[in-house]
């Protein structure tokens, strides 16, 4: 299938990426949380692309305020997840898991219901030779969403280990925001070993964002500490700050604290 992606870097406080997915021989597209309407709706016109759908990961208003200007200015439908009507005005289609989206005749997109961040928080999946993953505030480049705003760490790990980390290796990913330079550092603070996320972390430290790296999933699994519970360097690490934890080394302990040793990062 031939799916063109566009990364729109907002360059706002929150540090935000939209996105565009367009089908190439329709040139209808699909904005993901596109929060910077004026650049997202510019994007469009630019590439001679329609905007007829929106998509939501999730509720928060960091991905949602744009809606409106798009829907005004193209009269795009919304999609979000079927238990965010109440948070996302004017929501034309609930999602699930497996539901698939459609963008012009080239396009396909699986819904993953992902909770974790929200309890409403969908992740797509292209079905493209080259999957792709369009993660939210779920799966962020060396890093984990947070939990704080109608969320749960156990949901979290639940995706993580049972839904993203079986996705094929090669599956690219798109994340809601920039924080790599961050979370490589905090990657390295607990596994101050890992020499790949070292080196990421010079190749990415003076990078233009607008031409941001993008990561695999193969990538992340060697980088990002929420997929590596079982590295000994994590553990050790861990022992230092929570010593009670000798004995108690299931995955969801290692990956609820690093969640919260993250959260003060």
Same mark, same amino acid.
């Given at each position: ?24 021989? @329709? +040139?209808?597209?699909? =904005? ?5 309407? /004026? $650049?997202? #709706?510019?994007? *469009? &016109? !630019? ?16 991905? @949602? +305020?744009?809606?409106? =200007? ?5 009269? /795009? $439908?919304? #999609?979000?997840? *079927? &238990? !965010? ?181």
């Amino acid at each position: 299938m031939s799916m063109i992606v566009k990364q729109i870097w907002t360059a706002n406080a929150y540090r935000n990426f939209n996105y565009l997915i367009a089908c190439s021989e @329709t +040139g209808e597209a699909l =904005a993901i949380d596109p929060l910077d309407s /004026a $650049k997202c #709706l510019q994007t *469009a &016109k !630019a590439q001679g692309w329609s905007i007829t759908q929106i998509l939501n990961t999730h509720e928060h208003h960091d991905h @949602t +305020g744009g809606n409106q =200007a798009v829907v005004d200015a193209t009269g /795009a $439908k919304v #999609l979000a997840h *079927a &238990k !965010a009507g109440h948070a996302i005005a004017g929501m034309f289609r609930g999602l699930i898991a497996g539901d698939i989206i459609k963008v012009g005749k080239t396009v396909e997109l699986e819904a993953l219901d992902t909770p974790g961040h929200t309890m409403c928080h969908i992740c797509l999946r292209s079905h493209t030779d080259q999957p792709a993953l369009f993660s939210g505030d779920t799966l962020f480049n060396a890093g984990a969403g947070n939990c704080h705003n109608g969320g749960n760490v156990q949901s979290m790990f639940h995706t993580f280990t049972q839904q993203l980390n079986r996705l094929p290796a090669n599956t690219l990913i798109y994340p809601g925001h920039d924080y790599i330079e961050n979370n490589l550092r905090f990657t390295l603070s607990r596994e101050p070993d890992n020499e790949k996320a070292a080196t990421l972390l010079k190749q990415v430290s003076d990078q233009d964002v607008n031409h941001a790296y993008v990561s695999s999933l193969q990538t992340e699994r060697e980088i990002n500490t929420f997929f590596r519970l079982d590295s000994q360097s994590v553990k050790a690490q861990l022992q230092i700050t929570f010593p009670e934890l000798r004995t108690q080394w299931d995955e969801e302990t290692v990956f609820t604290k690093l969640r919260e040793l993250r959260n003060t990062w």
